[in-house]
């Protein structure tokens, strides 16, 4: 049996692809996971590679990015920050943007720019933690961080891991949803995975 599974906008959170329970309910089709049920009554399947883009259910809830992102320009404000290799091509590729989630579940996204000359890619978490990748018309960057844990080190961790697996698309992630766990893999089952 073959079945699709899609939820959640995954700017805002990678959350529980499928309630295992539900699985029996899965129609044959298409979306962005394709499943299929296995012998052995695991669900298994690779992402679709598409534009993701999810309305967000109605049983989640964003926190408020209001305040989150005053705290976060008030830090930067505090800060003198330090230079990055993290691009801002890269922080808008959406590949890479599905692997930081993965990686950073719970971070938000945004775009915010104080000035013309400089372009602010920003990643807040409800923990308090924030990151802020800067660039300016000449390319340069600089990277900005506070909070409870050092959001930008782990964007850089992100991307080196991204960069030296040949920047994977969603068509090397795959999906393994069984009664304890939903985990997300690339390119195998064995291979790199998380745990949502």
């Given at each position: 049996?073959q079945?699709?599974?899609?939820?959640?906008?995954?700017?805002?959170?990678?959350?529980?692809?499928?309630?295992?329970?539900?699985?029996h309910?899965?129609?044959?089709?298409?979306?962005y996971?394709?499943l299929?049920?296995?012998?052995?009554?695991?669900?298994?399947?690779?992402?679709?590679d598409?534009?993701?883009?999810?309305?967000?259910?109605?049983?989640?809830?964003?926190?408020?990015?209001?305040?989150?992102?005053?705290?976060?320009?008030?830090g930067?404000?505090?800060?003198?920050?330090?230079?990055?290799?993290?691009?801002?091509?890269?922080?808008?590729?959406?590949?890479?943007?599905?692997?930081?989630?993965?990686?950073?579940?719970?971070?938000?996204?945004?775009?915010?720019?104080?000035?013309?000359?400089?372009?602010?890619?920003w990643?807040?978490?409800?923990?308090?933690?924030?990151?802020?990748?800067?660039?300016?018309?000449?390319?340069?960057g600089?990277?900005?961080e506070?909070?409870?844990?050092?959001?930008?080190?782990?964007?850089?961790?992100?991307?080196?891991s991204w960069l030296?697996?040949?920047?994977?698309?969603?068509?090397?992630?795959?999906?393994?949803?069984?009664?304890?766990?939903?985990?997300?893999?690339?390119?195998d089952?064995?291979?790199?995975?998380?745990?949502?």
């Amino acid at each position: 049996m073959q079945a699709a599974v899609h939820r959640h906008h995954f700017e805002h959170h990678v959350g529980k692809f499928a309630q295992f329970q539900q699985m029996h309910e899965l129609r044959p089709g298409y979306g962005y996971v394709k499943l299929r049920m296995r012998e052995d009554g695991r669900a298994e399947g690779r992402f679709v590679d598409s534009v993701v883009s999810f309305m967000p259910s109605r049983e989640s809830s964003s926190p408020e990015i209001g305040p989150m992102m005053r705290a976060a320009i008030a830090g930067r404000a505090a800060t003198t920050g330090r230079a990055t290799r993290v691009a801002a091509e890269v922080l808008d590729d959406p590949a890479f943007l599905w692997a930081a989630q993965l990686a950073l579940p719970g971070t938000i996204r945004l775009r915010y720019s104080a000035t013309r000359e400089v372009a602010g890619r920003w990643f807040l978490h409800p923990d308090g933690s924030w990151a802020v990748v800067e660039s300016d018309v000449a390319g340069g960057g600089r990277l900005y961080e506070g909070g409870t844990r050092p959001l930008g080190s782990n964007l850089e961790a992100v991307m080196a891991s991204w960069l030296s697996n040949g920047r994977p698309g969603l068509r090397r992630y795959g999906l393994t949803v069984t009664p304890q766990a939903n985990v997300v893999w690339l390119d195998d089952p064995g291979g790199h995975s998380w745990t949502l």
